[in-house]
Nanobody
Framework: QVQLVESGGGSVQAGGSLRLSCAASGRTFSAYAMGWFRQAPGKEREFVAAVNWRGNTYYADSVKGRFTISRDNAKNTVYLQLNSLRPEDTAVYYC?????????????????WGPGTQVTVSS
């Protein structure tokens, strides 16, 4: 059973940066895709970024050019670098474990979720 734990959230001003980390355990990390989602108050959980088993990445249009997803298979960890943050990026950010080696923005493609980490961006 996959277990995920996020860290690195916090409060920043607009234009600032944060780096989120997600440590995974319970399966062969390098063989599967990983993703990040976020959920703002009163809104549905939405896709942010994914990285497949080979390191290829995929982003939501709203974060493209500002956020970077990466993975370190030796540490069983996936990262999300958040740059040029905006108030509308405020949300709880969730790490997600892909069902297969290559996944996209569909929540049904993920089999496990972390508890989430809060990111708050003030104007």
């Amino acid at each position: 059973q996959v277990q995920l734990v996020e860290s690195g959230g916090g409060s920043v001003q607009a234009g600032g940066s944060l780096r989120l980390s997600c440590a995974a355990s319970g399966r062969t990390f390098s063989a599967y895709a990983m993703g990040w989602f976020r959920q703002a108050p009163g809104k549905e959980r939405e896709f942010v970024a994914a990285v497949n088993w080979r390191g290829n990445t995929y982003y939501a249009d709203s974060v493209k050019g500002r956020f970077t997803i990466s993975r370190d298979n030796a540490k069983n960890t996936v990262y999300l670098q958040l740059n040029s943050l905006r108030p509308e990026d405020t949300a709880v950010y969730y790490c997600a474990a892909g069902r297969t080696a290559v996944v996209g923005p569909n929540k049904d493609d993920y089999v496990a979720w972390g508890p989430g980490t809060q990111v708050t961006v003030s104007s």
